[in-house]
């Protein structure tokens, strides 16, 4: 698992995350959710090692992040951050083909395990027919579906997006989701921090922020509450159950 031990952070004199902890299984799919400001991006970046806090720590599998070389961490650990551009105008294909770096030693040609790797992951996203166009051809939508395949080339062990489903229209949010879905089954684990209340509600712990403090992490049944989510949004919602599926809404 990745547990997460009273994590402090502080950016530019805001308290970004407030003693923070939290155990991430493998195997199951964990939301983060909470307002505008409340440490989701910050926590992530955090669990992924791309922030260090002022305290606290994270471990990895029993393993301490810092004590894991950065191509160690790179094979262990998928990250999806909110926009990250490539450099260069290269190919859908070329960027799929970046996750698989920790893979290789230095100067390698791509091996056929590689190649396989990203067809995989490229079928997986439905990105197959953007293998030859730049990605400055791509709409948001397209780029945010590259990316993933990018992370799911690399066979990571954890996942971690950053507000994934963004700039996706419904059919692709629904696959993403199911990507997880299927992620998780494998035994992988997901943490992926969402705005949208009615696709959290289809993971399997929810992590609930305020203002850098956690106000609930459980079980989503358990923790998808009116109380919960006022406490996090400062507004009241009526949460449904209907068909095995949880809608939450906004009430007037």
Avoid: C
């Avoid at 970004?16 to 155990?23: G, K, N, P, Q, T």
């Avoid at 992530?44 to 305290?55: E, F, T, Y």
């Avoid at 229209?169 to 989701?177: A, I, K, S, V, Y």
């Amino acid at each position: 698992m990745i547990a997460a031990r009273n994590l402090s952070l502080t950016l530019g004199g805001y308290a970004a995350l407030r003693d923070v902890s939290a155990d991430l299984r493998h195997g199951r799919v964990t939301a983060i959710i909470g307002a505008n400001g409340a440490g989701k991006t910050s926590l992530i970046r955090s669990l992924a090692g791309l922030v260090i806090p002022q305290s606290g720590d994270v471990e990895i599998d029993g393993v301490a992040l810092d004590a894991l070389t950065h191509a160690q961490r790179a094979r262990m650990i998928g990250y999806l951050p909110q926009d990250g551009e490539p450099a260069w105008n290269i190919s859908g294909a070329e960027l799929v083909s970046l996750g698989r770096l920790p893979h290789r030693s230095r100067f390698a040609l791509p091996s056929a395990d590689d190649a396989r790797a990203i067809e995989r992951a490229m079928i997986a996203t439905d990105t197959l027919a953007f293998a030859d166009r730049t990605i400055d051809t791509l709409s948001g939508g397209e780029r945010a579906r590259i990316k993933m395949a990018r992370v799911l080339a690399g066979e990571p062990q954890w996942i971690l997006a950053d507000e994934p489903l963004a700039n996706l229209d419904p059919p692709h949010q629904r696959d993403m989701l199911a990507l997880f879905r299927a992620a998780a089954a494998e035994g992988k684990g997901v943490v992926t921090v969402l705005h949208q209340l009615d696709a959290a509600s289809l993971a399997d712990d929810l992590l609930i922020l305020r203002r850098g403090e956690v106000v609930a992490h459980g079980p989503v049944r358990e923790v998808l509450t009116n109380a919960n989510l006022n406490a996090a949004f400062g507004m009241d919602f009526d949460i449904v159950e209907h068909a095995g599926r949880v809608a939450v809404i906004a009430r007037a």
